[in-house]
């Protein structure tokens, strides 16, 4: 394999390591022994440190849901069920791993680290609302991401301390998060319909100017 195939092969079993080791040099160890890979070979695929680990991961999840949920899977569903159901693939990709997953969310937010976890969150939300079939290229294409990770990042810390069985308090809040999100939406275009009779401050200045007869 390429270091950029090493690197993503080894990352679920290095959070499989992260749950006991963090994301340390230990994990990494680990994951190489289980693979068969020399460990030095798998240091060199993981230059960045822990936060390379951490995004390599995510990236494998990101790649397992285009695959398990492409858009054509989806064009049938209203768009809360297709944002529902991409966010619970992700959560119940790492249930099991929820200890890697608390020590990776701490790692993302050390300032040093703040950029980097920024675009990964970025690229994850991007990843939905793609596979969602998303094709906005205004504002919205911006509005909608940052809304997804916002509601990703809240359900994640929620999911941490679910002890509900089967995690039902996590997909009850996820479920009103988006129900919130859609009903502001469906208000927002409202307010923005082309048509709408919107307020003119130049028609308003001229009628200061010279009232109506």
């Not at 397992?64 to 049938?76: C, F, G, I, S, Y």
């Amino acid at each position: 394999m390429t270091l950029d195939e090493l690197r993503l092969h080894l990352a679920p079993l290095i959070a499989d390591a992260a749950v006991f080791d963090g994301w340390s040099d230990a994990a990494l160890a680990m994951a190489a022994q289980q693979a068969g890979v020399d460990a030095d070979v798998a240091r060199l695929a993981y230059d960045g440190g822990a936060m390379d680990m951490i995004a390599a991961w995510i990236e494998t999840i990101d790649t397992a849901m285009a695959v398990a949920l492409p858009p054509e899977k989806l064009a049938q569903m209203k768009i809360r069920e297709r944002i529902r159901i991409l966010v619970q693939f992700r959560l119940d990709a790492v249930a099991g791993r929820e200890e890697a997953l608390r020590r990776a969310m701490a790692i993302m937010a050390m300032p040093q680290n703040a950029a980097a976890a920024l675009r990964t969150g970025w690229h994850s939300a991007d990843v939905m609302w793609r596979l969602a079939g998303d094709t906005a290229t205004d504002y919205n294409h911006y509005t909608k991401r940052a809304t997804l990770a916002a509601i990703y990042g809240a359900t994640l810390a929620v999911f941490l301390d679910d002890a509900s069985e089967g995690k039902v308090d996590t997909r009850a809040f996820l479920d009103r998060r988006i129900d919130g999100v859609m009903r502001f939406e469906k208000a927002k275009a409202k307010w923005l319909k082309p048509d709408r009779d919107r307020f003119s401050v130049t028609r308003f200045l001229g009628r200061l100017r010279y009232p109506a007869r």
